[in-house]
């Protein structure tokens, strides 16, 4: 059996010191999300998506990855993460079943 831990530990005591979570760059995440949705196109799915993807890089995605990374750098984070209050907002504040 484990030790009691100390009782006046914080569950987040050592958050500050844990290096902040990455954004990762535009092209990378569309990659992974076209790697990720592939098995589930068809072939035809999979052109639109793939000319979807493209649009968006070209049109929106480089500006909407701009304003994340300065909502990164400019919010205040009480445990230190540019996705902790979409989590929170979306995953933890529910309170209906999933």
Known sequence: MTEKSDSS???YQHQSSLPRLPIPPLDDT?????LTVEPLLSSV???????????FQVKDGAKLQKILEEYDHTSPHTIGSY??????DSYLAPDTSV
């Open 83 to 88: 996705i902790e209050e979409f989590w929170n």
């Open 9 to 11: 530990a914080s569950t």
């Open 45 to 55: 799915q999979l052109e639109q998506t793939n000319r979807i993807i493209k649009d």
């Open 30 to 34: 569309l990659k992974k999300f076209l």
